[in-house]
Each structure stands twice: as structure tokens, then as C-alpha cells.
């Protein structure tokens, strides 16, 4: 799944917090190699956060979907990082503030975060907003990109739009896949 298309200006004047909604599991590394991609492309320092125990596996598995890691690691533009996982959603954002920081000193245009999947059920929704509401309160305004992972494979397209709506409020888009390629509908301006 190719998202460069989609995300238009990302990172070279406007520093989005987007949603993308994923249709299957085998769909989740080539959309995070296409955004790590674009991000390489436009002077991003770049942060892969796995769950703990996965950094390795996702690792290899950008490598083979065509991102070349190993030399954007040699580089110190790409962090495969495994943190721990927060029950705090402010101080699991808060976190990272620092660090972008320290990349826009070295001379990044920006900083490329995302994640791991997420599976978006209907439980799962307010769960999960207080995270992206938290991530939003601390990387709004400034040189970030952020991409937050979705897998809504159980979805009609009701239950989809619906999921959609509740994210909506807290990203500036949400990147959908549409029958010609990935589509970027922006929530905020």
C-alpha cells in the first residue's frame, strides 16, 4: 500500500497527525516503508515504535517491503525503537517531545513517527483516543509527521465510516485505501 501519493505536502510545509485505516495485516508494512519512504525523501528523522519484543521482526520486514534500513540506521535517520508500553497516554507522548527536539538540532525538516497496528473494533475506539488525543497535545504546531496505524478488517463500510468519524477529531486526516490507490480526506485544516 503506497501512501506517498496521498500525503501530498506532508512533512515540506505542513506536519500532519493522520489516521490510516488498514483493510488486512499484510497491508501494515508497505504503507509504514511507502511513509518512512517519503520521510527519507524530504529530510525526516524517522521513528519506528514497535511493541517491545518486535523491533528485529518489524526491522526486517520494512527492509524487504523496500525501505532501506540499514543504511538510514547507519545514518542515524531511522529508530526502530521498542519503549515500553504506557498506561499514562500523556507521558507516553510527552516522551518523544525531547527527542524531536535534538533531530530539528541536527537538521531535520521534521520528525516521521508511527507505530505499530492497532486493530480499530468498536471496543477499542475510546481506548485508543486518549492516546491520540495526548499525541496530538504535544506534537500539534510543531515539525512532526505522524502516522497512526489502524487495521479495520472486521469493518463494513458502516462500521467503518463510524470508526473513522471517531478518529477524526484528533488527526488532521485519515488515509483510507479507495479503489485507485490511498486516499488522504482531511478532517482539520
Request: net charge negative; charged share 25%; hydrophobic share 50%.
Amino acid at each position: 500500500m503506497d501512501v506517498s501519493a496521498a500525503l501530498g505536502d506532508a512533512g515540506a510545509g505542513w506536519c500532519p497527525h493522520l489516521a490510516i485505516l488498514v483493510p488486512e495485516p499484510a497491508e501494515v508494512i508497505p504503507a509504514l516503508a511507502s511513509f518512512y519512504g517519503l520521510g527519507a525523501r524530504r529530510n525526516g528523522w524517522l521513528v519506528h515504535r514497535s511493541q517491545p519484543g518486535r523491533g528485529d521482526a518489524d526491522r526486517a520486514a520494512l527492509a524487504a517491503a523496500g525501505l532501506d534500513v540499514e543504511a538510514l540506521e547507519a545514518a542515524d535517520r531511522l529508530v526502530i525503537a521498542e519503549p515500553p508500553l504506557e498506561t499514562d497516554p500523556e507521558a507516553w507522548a510527552l516522551r518523544w517531545v525531547p527527542l524531536l527536539e535534538r533531530a530539528l538540532a541536527r537538521g531535520f525538516e521534521a520528525a516521521w513517527f508511527s507505530r505499530y497496528p492497532i486493530r480499530l473494533t468498536e471496543s477499542r475506539v475510546t481506548a485508543v483516543s486518549a492516546y491520540d488525543r495526548a499525541w496530538d497535545d504535544a506534537f500539534h504546531g510543531r515539525p512532526a509527521v505522524s502516522l497512526c496505524v489502524y487495521i479495520v478488517e472486521d469493518a463494513d463500510a458502516h462500521v467503518r465510516d463510524r470508526r473513522m468519524a471517531a478518529l477524526a477529531p484528533m488527526h488532521d486526516g485519515v488515509v483510507v485505501p479507495g479503489a485507485a490507490g490511498t486516499e488522504l480526506i482531511r478532517t482539520r485544516r
